[in-house]
């Protein structure tokens, strides 16, 4: 995975450094640089290496990174959110060895398709929970598992128009005899 600072470069974005997340809006004191933070917890008291717990690790990383677009490679949105369509959608108890599968398929979904861009729902509006509220909830030794999978959920209903996208490359996923 490239650098965040790189791709934003890459991709014209001056990121800024103080205030709130200039993508999500969380309440943080230094934008995106602390949103990125929450990969940085110590998660490991909510045993996600457990195999019954290892959805709520995706429920993290497919919000974040759906939430902050900007800074993530362009294919990487057709990745988190058709694995986000799958599980929500298609009910697929994913695994970790599920991630290989579907980015084969997104690699043949691809070919013809370069110019494809999932355009991401505005700024600010990508889900009402946001990496300060996982952070919080993480901090008072809240149960974040159920907040994990509503930051998700949220996430996933703002990129809406992008669904009958993602539902193709699923529909390939589930097709390829798992």
């Known amino acids: 995975m490239q650098d965040y600072l790189e791709l934003a470069e890459k991709n014209g974005i001056t990121l800024i450094a103080k205030g709130s997340c200039q993508f999500c809006g969380a309440n943080t004191q230094r934008g995106i640089h602390e949103c990125l933070e929450i990969f940085a917890l110590d998660l490991e008291n909510m045993e996600l290496h457990r195999k019954e717990n290892q959805v709520y690790r995706f429920y ?34 994913w695994y970790y060895h599920l991630t290989t599968q579907l980015s084969n398929c997104i690699n043949k979904y691809k070919v013809g398709r370069q110019d494809e ?11 009402k929970i946001t990496s300060t509220d996982i952070v919080k909830a993480y901090s008072e030794k809240s149960d974040l598992m159920p907040l994990l999978k509503n930051w998700a959920n949220e996430v996933y209903d703002a990129w809406e128009d992008s669904h009958k996208t993602v539902d193709g490359i699923a529909t390939q996923f589930l097709n390829s005899g798992l």
């Open 117 to 127: 861009f999932l355009s991401p729902p505005d700024i600010h509006k990508r889900g």
């Open 60 to 93: 993290l990383v497919d919000a974040h990174v759906l939430q902050h677009p900007e800074i993530h490679g362009r294919w990487s949105n057709h990745l988190h959110l058709a694995r986000l369509h799958l599980i929500f959608n298609y009910k697929v108890n």
